[in-house]
């Protein structure tokens, strides 16, 4: 993902700012997405190089329960119970973002008169 802000005039400290402040931003959330998906997979051998993250373990998981007539296991439930945990962490943290930092950030390039942060398929 890249920070990019159009305004005439670019370069003076303001807009410096706003881009320390939007690159400060996909800081923040790049390790919460990092935890959730492996992002770094492109290839159908990736997953084999990169390790995998919690939304694959849940899903896992999931699959493995349903395998049979049998209830899961107290040990898949524990597992479940622990990795939904973490992924409610990660997903808690997100939400604080979403509702602080890139309110904050859109004001504050409101303000200056840029368009708000828009998110595009490019």
Known sequence: MQVRFEKEGEGDADTAELISEGTALLETITPIEEAL??????SRQDPLNYPIRLNNKLTSLML????GDARPTSGAIAVKNEL????????AQLDSVWNENVPALNSRIQSMGIDLVTISDE
Request: proline fraction near 0%; hydrophobic fraction near 40%.
């Open 84 to 91: 939904s945990a973490a992924i409610e962490s990660e997903l």
């Open 64 to 67: 493995t329960a349903a395998v």
């Open 37 to 42: 998906y492996q992002t770094q997979n492109e």
